[in-house]
């Protein structure tokens, strides 16, 4: 699928994003035509540190019910795409700024990282696929007890179909790793179409693009790479720098990232440690986001899921209970028993809608992610060409 394709947005946050590019790209043209002074630059500086503190200040506010579920990691999306596109108006609108020796240098380094980050979308993309698969063998499930939903009596045939379910799909939660390093990577898909009607010169930079990732492929490592060797503005970089914004958004790209992998299954799992620095006002709501996911994955009983994402944690909580009840009941079921079942069923109806409802959605922005940073990268890299070789 073309990037074309994925120019308009899936959620209202990211048309914001969207209008404030299209206003300020508009400016950028009046400014080339005159001189553009250090007042404009400061005010851009801080209004982009401004929007980014406010975005994680609102994701921060999310409470332990919403943080990691399906709408939260869309609201992370939307801040990124947000985030980003800020980010790339600011590099437009100083483009001699970019193009001096060391900051040339900096804003390649991010350009480099953002590819590492094309994979982990590969690899999420995956991720959402296998959540759609358990999704089908859920649906199964609640098929199967849906007599019991209406206070029919529930037979003993119902409830060994409903077990077979969550038997399969236990099944495919453990089995998630081998999966995704044989079946899905062998499906040869990509955010893009054949070759053949590929865009040469919006890929022309990239050394390689993944269909999807390889058997050998590690999310771990993905993550290791993207922020191998951030190092935080020095303490006597001017204020007036592209180096704080620019560093500023290779952390928006990790954390993101590396959210991303805590919360979806994909291929070799794992969070890598990496510090935040504390001194910029962006730091604290990130900080704390930070420590809250790692606390969720140190919980014991979240230490070997395939996923951190509340609706995993949800199947795992239901295909458990549904086992022990299934393991522990007689038939026919005492009223008790089958008034636990069918609160169960009114539970597992809910994890279905919220699959139903948000898989589709965060899959097109995790397509619009992907397209969005081979778009930055391709136009940075021009800005920067042009800035090296006048015309």
């Not at 959402?128 to 859920?138: F, Y």
């Not at 007890?145 to 037979?155: I, V």
């Not at 299954?265 to 930070?290: E, K, N, V």
């Amino acid at each position: 699928m073309p990037a074309s394709d994925f120019q308009g947005s899936s959620s209202p946050l990211a048309n914001i994003g969207r209008s404030i590019f299209s206003i300020r790209r508009d400016q950028v043209h009046s400014i080339e035509n005159g001189s553009h002074d250090g007042v404009s630059l400061d005010s851009d500086l801080d209004s982009f540190q401004k929007q980014v503190t406010q975005r994680f200040q609102d994701l921060s506010s999310a409470s332990a019910d919403e943080i990691l579920s399906l709408s939260w990691i869309r609201k992370l999306l939307d801040a990124f795409i947000c985030c980003q596109e800020e980010f790339k108006v600011i590099l437009f609108q100083h483009k001699a700024e970019i193009c001096r020796p060391s900051m040339d240098r900096l804003v390649s380094d991010y350009l480099e990282r953002s590819v590492k980050a094309l994979d982990v979308c590969n690899a999420i993309r995956d991720g959402i696929e296998q959540l759609r698969q358990w999704h089908k063998s859920l649906e199964i499930v609640l098929s199967a007890l849906d007599n019991c939903s209406h206070k029919k009596t529930l037979g003993e045939g119902q409830f060994r179909r409903a077990k077979k379910a969550l038997i399969d799909l236990a099944i495919a939660m453990l089995d998630e790793n081998d999966a995704n390093s044989t079946a899905i990577s062998q499906r040869n898909r990509s955010f893009g179409r054949n070759n053949g009607t590929r865009d040469r010169r919006s890929l022309g930079h990239f050394r390689s693009l993944s269909w999807s990732v390889s058997r050998s492929w590690s999310a771990a490592r993905q993550l290791q790479a993207i922020g191998s060797n951030l190092v935080a503005p020095r303490a006597n970089e001017p204020v007036r720098s592209l180096a704080i914004p620019v560093f500023t958004m290779n952390m928006i790209l990790l954390f993101v990232m590396w959210t991303l992998v805590a919360a979806i299954p994909c291929q070799d799992r794992g969070l890598p440690h990496f510090s935040l620095p504390r001194q910029f006002a962006w730091a604290a709501p990130m900080i704390s986001l930070h420590d809250r996911i790692l606390e969720e994955s140190r919980k014991r009983e979240r230490r070997n899921a395939c996923g951190l994402l509340k609706e995993i944690h949800q199947i795992d909580k239901f295909a458990h209970i549904m086992n022990e009840l299934a393991d522990t009941g007689h038939f026919p079921l005492t009223n008790d028993r089958e008034e636990e079942v069918r609160e169960r069923v009114q539970e597992l109806s809910q994890i279905c809608e919220a699959l139903k409802i948000g898989l589709d959605p965060l899959e097109r922005q995790i397509r619009e992610m992907f397209h969005r940073i081979v778009r930055s990268r391709t136009e940075g890299l021009d800005c920067l060409g042009r800035g090296n070789n006048p015309e």
